[in-house]
């Protein structure tokens, strides 16, 4: 399973795009954007993880950006990030570098998967352990 029919994430909002750029509004798509990757890492991890999608006209409630957390926090500890990723933002007073933060995180996750399924190809060329013997050797 690859992520190319996934719209890509956002993370570099800033504070002149709030109220302003598209970017600076969070709406519907950002929230089915993000539960687009738990859903996509959910699958390639089999973690099994569901998520509820928020409908236009629907406020998202704090309960529902925990539970995003929540979801976002099993795929961090089913799998590997880097050091300089970033830290679970809380889901009280949210902002754009909150914002950032969750889809930076769903980032490095998707990245560092990408890594790894480049890596077993790469890897599997030859076996560890088998002799390789080249013509004319």
């Known amino acids: 399973m690859n992520n190319t029919s996934l ?5 570099d909002r800033t504070q002149a795009d709030v109220g302003v750029t598209a970017k600076g509004f969070y709406n519907t798509s950002d929230i089915a954007r993000i539960n687009s990757y738990i859903i996509y890492l959910s699958d390639v991890l089999d973690l099994g993880l569901t998520v509820n999608n928020v409908t236009l006209g629907q406020k998202l409630t704090r309960a529902q950006m925990q539970d995003i ?35 930076k995180i769903l980032l490095a996750l998707d990245e560092f998967y990408q890594s790894v399924q480049i890596d077993k ?13 080249f013509r004319g050797a």
């Open 121 to 133: 190809l790469y890897s599997g060329t030859f076996r560890a352990g088998s002799q390789i013997k």
């Open 7 to 11: 719209e890509p994430l956002i993370t």
């Open 69 to 103: 957390i929540k979801k976002r926090n099993a795929i961090r500890e089913a799998w590997y990030v880097a050091s300089d990723t970033p830290t679970t933002p809380q889901p009280f007073s949210w902002d754009y570098q909150k914002a950032n933060d969750i889809e």
